[in-house]
């Protein structure tokens, strides 16, 4: 009875032991474990360690993409470069052959180039733009909703012609705004359209303004909150979003017929106008328009597209670095101020990126001359051709 005590008594000191050695190894060696330190917090190193290696993969991804483009301009010719700066209007006549001869950037897309076509049609003849052009190109349509849009009027391609921001805001505030801007991204991406050129930043509280019908109608903080709903809803549904007409409108007159001199003050600029889009710039908008105003506080000598103080302000003390745009060249702000060959020029050496022209055939032989004559820098060209096609890449048009 005795032994057979001893043997228990040993049998239970054995497993004591053993539970006191596994505790000396899972401790640390023996260590005590600092206050609030527990096997949670080796969960979190762990997971650190992992986001770690996320950042690493996505650093990779982007340097991948980031060669991708510069191989492509390493390989294009000067002509090939400075053709990426134009999104050009579609010609009536030879819209194939002039993708070859000019090396065109994109298509803008106005209501005479869908209008009585059906899906299939638009579709067909988007692709047929893409087959011709060696690298793929930018596809663009007003589609601002209400006054302004160029697809949705034509009932075979959208049931309801997209609504206005003030009508959607009216119906269903932000929600609307969100649902209406997913389903009209989808629409054009699956047309083959690559971006709506929109939301309209501009600050317009005057309904007798030219502009106001095209915006949300509320003052810089309401209009603001408008520009971020809607440029990432666009990111979401991978479409381009483009603010526009920078450095704002305001309540002025249109510039589509006439030259327009904004006299308002920096001060008044920077409270008001400039407040939507500095909102879009921290919401990753990816691209810019300017108008033709002359904005005299800021440059009073020329149309703030072909300005490069106006330029320097997006790009230096606003820190946006996407796709910079003109408005239309054809427009009478800038086409009575000076000829489409210079006017053009002067939007690349002012610091524009792209150029929305229907007489890119003068224009492009006019730049490649300013370049040969050191008039414009191969640099800046590299650097705004670099911009659009990281552009593409991000829409997924460079995708091998």
Known sequence: MGKRMFTMIGAGCLVILVVVMGLYFFTDFGHTPKPGTTNESKSSASTTSTVVKSSTSESSDEKTEDDKVANLVAEMSTKEKVGQLFLARVPVENALSDIQEYHLGGYLLFGRDVEGKTYDEVQSTIAQY????????LIAADEEGGTVSRVSRNSQLVATPFQSPQDLYA???????????TDKAGILKELGIDTGLFPVADVATDPNAFIYDRTIGQDAKGTAEYVTTVVKALKK??????????????????????IVTDTRSMTELEDNDLVPFQAGIDAGVDSILVSHNIVNAIDDSVPASVSAPVHDLLRKDMGFDGVIMTDDMDMAGLADFMSQEE??????????????????????????????DGEY?????DASVTRVLNWKEELGLLAE
């Open 130 to 137: 893409q087959e011709t052009s060696e690298v793929p190109m």
């Open 171 to 181: 119906q269903g505030g932000w929600d609307a705004i969100t649902k209406d801007t």
């Open 237 to 258: 549904a991978h479409s381009g979003s483009t603010l526009k007409h920078f450095p704002g409108y305001g309540n002025n007159q249109d510039s589509h017929t006439d």
């Open 343 to 372: 006017a053009g020029l002067k939007a690349l050496q002012a610091g524009n990126d792209l150029i929305l022209s229907s007489t890119y055939a003068s224009q492009i032989p006019y730049v490649l001359q300013a370049i040969e």
């Open 377 to 381: 820098s191969e640099k800046d060209l």
